[in-house]
C-alpha cells in the first residue's frame, strides 16, 4: 500500500519535482556566490555577536551527528563562548579576513586558565585546538580592526571578559530555569532571564532539534564597536528567526547531562499515516534539503559559524 501510494504521487507530481530540482540549482548557485562575497570581499562590520553555548547540547548534537563523533569530560556545567563574530547588519560575514594570520596556542599561555573555563573545546577532533583556530581564523582576523581585539591574545581576551560579563548560567538560574532531563522549558522562560540580565538589550536564542527534540543551543548577546550592549535584532539568523530557532518550538529540553534520552512517542503509528508520510516525502526532502544547507551549518559543529 506505501509503495502504490509513493507511486502514485510521483505520477501526479512529476512537474512539482522538476521545478524544485531547478529552485534548488538556483539556490546552490547564490549560495556559492554569497560565500564568495563573504569571504573576499567588505571586512567591514558593524556589530560583534557574543555567542555562548550550552556545552551539553553541543556535545549531543556532535555525538549524534557520527559514529565516532566523541566530547571531553565537561567539567564545568556553565555558558561557554563559541565565538565573538564580527558581524553586517542583515549579512553573515565578514569571514576569513586575513589567511596568512595563523594560530598561534602559545600566544594564549598567559590567559590559559582563563579559555579552559570561559572559552572550552566540547568537540573532540583530530586537530588540536581545533575550536580556537577556527574562531581566530575566521573570525578572530577579522576582529583586529578594532583597538581592544587588534591581536590574537587581545580577542581571545576579549572574549573570556565578555563571558564573565554575561553569565548565563546565573542568570537562568535566578530565574527558576536550571537544566534538566526531566523536564522543559519554553522560549518566554529563557527570553525574560537572559532579557533581565542584560538590562533590557535583545539576546538572540537558538535551539537544535536531536533526535526529534529541540535542545536550547545558543545564546548570542550582541555589542557596538565600543563594546557596549546593542539589541540583537538586526542580525541575521539561519531561517529569518528575528529572535532565534527557538522562536521554532513550543518548549525545549535544557539538559543536565550528555546523556538525554528523548521522549519516543508510540501514537500515530497507524497505516493510513505512513501513506501520507511517504507521499509527502518527495516535498519534504526537496525543502529539507535547502534547509539543510542553511541550519545545519550550526548543527554539526561550528566549521561554518
Partial sequence: QAYNCLIHFYKRNMILMLVLAFSLSLISASEVKSTEDHHHHNHHFDVLILTQQWPYTTCLDWEESGSRHKCREITHANWTVHGLWPTQWGKIGPCFCNNSW???RNLLKPIMTDMSLYW????????????????????????????????EVAYFSKGCELAQENRITDWLEMAGVVPTNNASYTLENVWDAVLNGTGGIRPHIDCVKI?????????????????IRVNCDGIKGVGGDM???????????YPSSADHEPHVSSSGMIGGIVCTVLALSAVGLAVGYMLFRRSRRRGRGYESL
Fill in 102 to 104: 595563523k594560530f598561534d
Fill in 243 to 253: 529572535m532565534g530557532k527557538c522562536l521554532r518550538y513550543d518548549s525545549f529540553y
Fill in 120 to 151: 572550552p573545546d566540547v568537540e573532540m577532533r583530530g586537530q588540536p585546538d581545533s575550536l580556537w583556530t577556527h574562531e581566530w581564523t575566521k573570525h578572530g582576523t577579522c576582529a583586529t580592526q578594532l583597538p581592544q581585539t587588534n591581536s
Fill in 211 to 227: 533526535d526529534g527534540q529541540a535542545f536550547i543551543s545558543e545564546i548570542k548577546v550582541c555589542y557596538s564597536k565600543n563594546f
